[in-house]
């Protein structure tokens, strides 16, 4: 299925967690601030919108705490499974809730209840209510999560996975990535300020730039932005992405409404 104007969203775990103080807290303004730009975007435009959020310390910091991003097998692997799956829960709730504040019609999905996926790979993914939901004018919100696994009995599934299987599967005009630096950089622009942001990425010159992106300095089990790179590749082929600063007061909108961003954009 096809839907018209379909935009995707992702909002990065560092954007609207603590992701880099490493603490369980949800950035509510940030969040409600946000909102508040995409109901905006939505008012102006009338496009059709999926979310998708990263989980922060929610997700990544569980997974390493209970040691299960590689299967779960013992007792502790099933306590840390559980944990993780209520927080990344309550995560969602929250981003949800201010969403339902700024006047949006979002509507939660978990995707543990809708992927399954075989050694970390997503092999199905119920779509049918986030097909209903899209055409009564709803917002779907899915998020990082531990879903069921064919090899493993639970694997995470990031929220980039979950982009690229949506924006194929519904043949997304627009993918947009908010995270918490203006694009892709040479280097970690936190930490280095000899430092160049890629205007554009794409097959020319993706594997020299992947060798000069590192990874995360955050706790965080899908490999940073090198991570984020690979997936956008396996899977985001033929459709475009934009990466840009989500914390930048008005940047959420002007990207959705197409003005003018500092950002990367990827043509893969």
């Given at each position: 299925?096809?839907?018209?104007?379909?935009?995707?969203?992702?909002?990065?775990?560092?954007?609207?967690?603590?992701?880099?103080?490493?603490?369980?807290?949800?950035?509510?303004?940030?969040?409600?601030?946000?909102?508040?730009?995409?109901?905006?975007?939505?008012?102006e435009?009338?496009?059709?919108?999926?979310?998708?959020?990263?989980?922060?310390?929610?997700?990544?910091?569980?997974?390493?705490?209970?040691?299960?991003n590689?299967?779960?097998?013992?007792?502790?692997?099933?306590?840390?499974?559980?944990?993780?799956?209520?927080?990344?829960?309550?995560?969602?709730?929250?981003?949800?809730?201010?969403?339902?504040?700024?006047?949006?019609?979002?509507?939660?999905?978990?995707?543990?209840?809708?992927?399954?996926?075989?050694?970390?790979?997503?092999?199905?993914?119920?779509?049918?209510?986030?097909?209903?939901?899209?055409?009564?004018?709803?917002?779907?919100?899915?998020?990082?999560?531990?879903?069921?696994?064919?090899?493993?009995?639970?694997s995470?599934?990031?929220?980039?996975?979950a982009?690229?299987?949506?924006?194929?599967?519904?043949?997304?005009?627009?993918?947009?990535?908010?995270?918490?630096?203006?694009?892709?950089?040479?280097?970690?622009?936190?930490?280095?300020s000899?430092?160049?942001?890629?205007?554009?990425?794409?097959?020319?010159n993706?594997?020299e730039?992947?060798?000069?992106?590192?990874?995360?300095?955050?706790?965080?089990?899908?490999q940073?932005?090198?991570?984020?790179?690979?997936?956008?590749k396996?899977?985001?082929q033929?459709?475009?992405?934009?990466?840009?600063?989500?914390?930048?007061?008005?940047?959420?909108?002007?990207?959705?409404?197409?003005?003018?961003?500092?950002?990367?954009?990827?043509?893969?």
């Open positions: 299925m096809k839907v018209a104007s379909l935009y995707i969203m992702k909002l990065g775990g560092s954007v609207i967690t603590a992701k880099e103080e490493n603490e369980f807290k949800v950035k509510e303004e940030t969040v409600a601030r946000i909102a508040a730009e995409i109901k905006k975007a939505m008012d435009k009338g496009f059709s919108l999926i979310l998708v959020h990263g989980a922060g310390p929610f997700g990544h910091t569980n997974v390493i705490e209970y040691d299960i590689d299967g779960i097998f013992t007792d502790r692997h099933k306590e840390g499974l559980e944990k993780t799956i209520k927080d990344c829960n309550f995560l969602d709730s929250v981003v949800v809730g201010k969403m339902k504040e700024a006047g949006i019609g979002a509507i939660g999905f978990d995707p543990n209840k809708l992927v399954v996926q075989e050694e970390g790979k997503i092999v199905e993914f119920d779509t049918v209510e986030i097909e209903r939901a899209l055409g009564q004018d709803k917002v779907p919100v899915l998020y990082g999560q531990m879903v069921p696994d064919r090899k493993l009995n639970a995470v599934m990031s929220g980039d996975a982009i690229a299987f949506l924006a194929k599967k519904f043949g997304a005009e627009r993918v947009l990535l908010g995270t918490d630096v203006a694009g892709i950089y040479t280097a970690d622009p936190k930490s280095n000899d430092v160049e942001r890629i205007e554009l990425i794409d097959k020319g993706f594997d730039l992947l060798e000069k992106v590192g990874e995360a300095s955050t706790v965080d089990v899908t940073g932005m090198r991570g984020k790179l690979l997936k956008l396996e899977q985001l033929g459709i475009d992405a934009f990466i840009f600063d989500a914390n930048q007061e008005g940047s959420v909108y002007k990207a959705l409404v197409g003005e003018k961003v500092e950002g990367t954009e990827i043509r893969l």
